[in-house]
């Protein structure tokens, strides 16, 4: 998937168009944000609707750092995931006496929190006129600046699968399918669950870094309790617990409004119809129909 936006970009490149090249940027972004999002809820089995509160954590971050202390992207970018990877663990604490739509909700709560706070504390953030950030010094050309985000996407995954494959994605696992099965042969479920949120937060945060510097500033609409569900139906749409599910879902979901303008107005509905489709007619996403047909 993520060959296919750089073919996309390159192509557009050769040919003098910068729209394509847009949108493969975007899809890279989201791609992390998916894959990062899947960790707790296709590999933990935690519902969460706060993703795009640590993607704006991460943003505002980048951009109150760099207009305030004048620091670079490559300090930006990790001190962004830190204090998202923070308020991940932060929210774990009490979030994880919470159980199935309790959790969900008190995840909506503190993405509506963020929200809140970012639009109204107009002396630090800038309210709803947001902050604006200076391009990344030697990729200000979207062309370049693609293939930095790409690395990073790339670089992003290969971790992700890495965590998914050690020993903490095995607990993982055995959380999400019994955890109190878990808990009785001696983990620590509830470390186990920080962890993951504060690794997920991270990721999203990193992502948060990235966006705020292709789009050249920060505002808080862009991270809306909205914006968390439209994460929440790429994972779904792709395939929880999949590798490349949430990739193939980020990579449709990103994309197809774009490219289809008549969604372009109305593409949170479209993501709504999503939901409701898959999780009727394929729980399994994408990678799981595709799974069970290769099966066969």
Not at 195 to 203: E, K, Q, R
Not at 277 to 285: I, K, R, S, Y
């Amino acid at each position: 998937m993520l060959v296919a936006a750089a073919t996309l970009a390159i192509v557009s490149t050769v040919f003098g168009g910068g729209y394509a090249i847009n949108i493969a940027i975007v899809v890279c972004i989201y791609v992390i944000l998916a894959s990062s999002l899947d960790i707790v809820m296709g590999w933990t089995g935690l519902f969460s609707f706060a993703h795009a509160a640590f993607l704006g954590i991460g943003a505002y971050t980048a951009a109150i750092l760099g207009r305030d202390f004048g620091t670079t992207f490559w300090l930006n970018l990790p001190l962004g995931m830190i204090v998202a990877g923070l308020f991940g663990f932060l929210l774990g604490l009490p979030l994880l006496r919470a159980q199935g739509h309790f959790l969900a909700i008190m995840t909506i709560a503190f993405q509506t929190i963020v929200y809140l706070v970012l639009s109204q504390w107009t002396d630090f953030t800038g309210g709803q006129y947001g902050i604006e950030v200076e391009p990344v010094a030697g990729f200000t050309t979207l062309s370049s600046y693609f293939y930095l985000v790409l690395v990073i996407a790339v670089i992003c995954l290969i971790a992700i699968r890495f965590l998914t494959q050690s020993r903490l994605g095995d607990a993982l696992q055995a959380i999400r399918d019994d955890e109190t099965l878990a808990r009785t042969i001696g983990m620590n479920t509830k470390a186990v669950k920080l962890v993951a949120l504060a690794i997920s937060s991270a990721f999203a945060g990193g992502a948060g870094v990235l966006l705020a510097y292709h789009i050249r500033g920060v505002t808080p609409d862009d991270y809306t309790v909205l914006a968390s569900a439209s994460i929440v139906a790429m994972v779904v749409l792709g395939g929880r617990g999949r590798f490349w599910g949430p990739v193939l879902g980020a990579v449709l979901l990103t994309a197809l409004p774009e490219m289809l303008s008549i969604l372009t107005d109305y593409k949170h509905i479209f993501y709504g119809g999503v939901l409701i489709l898959v999780t009727m007619f394929a729980p399994q996403g994408l990678a799981g129909k595709f799974s069970r047909w290769r099966a066969r």
